[in-house]
């Protein structure tokens, strides 16, 4: 871009900037769009200003705050820092958690630069927000997650790509992944119950900091009327649940909605499951591979299950649920990235490659999620929106 282009380029930014900046409440985590509008306008900024190199060095440091991220959570560094409000210094630190002082003080000032901890003084720390989240079970899990099973696909997709033609993957049994750990992610969490676990907990909090389905998704408008009021009906199926977050949560917003609600899930997963936590809630033990055996059940709920499939796969996952969904009544609830044709958000970019590297699945556009579904015979009633170009949630019945 030529310098009076460029500067041009800028100063509309900067414009912009302003006029968004407008439109911030005096809390600016209260409008979160408003937020996001102006986090996008500096982004754009702030690349605008850089130099290639800037950008190069940059992205070929990212790694490094992972790692080191790890390193300090396993330390139990964060915990300690994050323990009251005054500073801490290396040589604390250090006394607190057996960890070498020196190497305290060359891993943080990586951490420092990328805001996750804040340098007050000469080798001394202060929490930052981002410290005391990453001190949460939900969030450190997930940086073990990424650091491991992640990362570790990613780095192995360039050769991948080379020994199979820079074909994609499709195929859960044919991923960077499996070149990696020697089997499929669930096969690995299953001979590994730690690293299922880890998972397991990553997935209860990834919910964390969105906005909540029911919030956006009209429950007693669309769903409320007519239920069957049988002792034994069922009102909500989670299939794929993990550890119940959805459910437990939906149980606290139903209101006057009778039926029962169930959780299913592998039996390793459904092990895990602390019944005290929502005791109306039934965990089953249920491979969506076979036929559902609740049958006629209002709603069919799924969640980040089918981004993990091909559309073969996804479409036996369906059509074992169609086998008990009655017609004229059940409804088939999908929550999951709905990507738009282009301009997608980096986050939803990144969450389809990372799903096509370890499971050779696909986070869908529109287009796909309504073909797929008018493979087997459904149809998409409507999409509701939670995060622009990603997060939503898609209504599903039979075809007429």
Known sequence: MASS?????????????????KALPGDPFQD?????????????????LETPMDTIRKM????????????????????????????KTATELANATGAERELIVRLFRILAAVGIVAEVGRETYSSTPVTNALTHPPIYSAVEH????????????????????YRMPSEPSKTPFVDIYGKGIFDHFKDSPARGSNFNV???????????????????????SDLDEEENAVLLVDIGGGLGHDLRDFGNRR????????????PAIISEVDSSKKPEVEAMAYDYYTPQPIEGARIYYFRAVFHSWNDEICQKILKNQMSAMRKGYSRLLINEMVLHDSEVPLYAAAADVQMMVILGGIERTETQWRQLLDSVGLKIVDIWVMEEGADS???ADFRD
């Open 146 to 165: 990424f650091s491991c099973e992640v990362l570790r696909s990613f780095l192995e997709l360039p050769e991948y790509l080379v020994q199979n033609n």
């Open 60 to 87: 070929n440091y990212a790694p490094q705050s992972l790692a080191i991220c790890r390193v300090a959570i396993k330390g139990g560094w964060f915990k300690v820092l994050a323990d009251g409000d005054n500073p």
């Open 5 to 21: 282009s460029l500067n041009s380029y800028v100063s509309n930014l900067i414009s912009e900037i302003s006029e968004a900046a």
């Open 202 to 224: 990553f997935m209860e909090g990834h919910q964390e900091g969105k906005r909540n389905w029911l919030d956006i998704y009209p429950l007693q408008d669309r769903l409320a």
């Open 255 to 266: 209101g006057s909605m009778p039926g029962r609600l169930v959780l299913q899930d592998l």
């Open 32 to 48: 979160d769009q408003a937020r996001k509008t102006l986090q996008a306008l500096s982004q754009k900024l702030a690349g605008a």
């Open 393 to 395: 949630i898609i209504e």
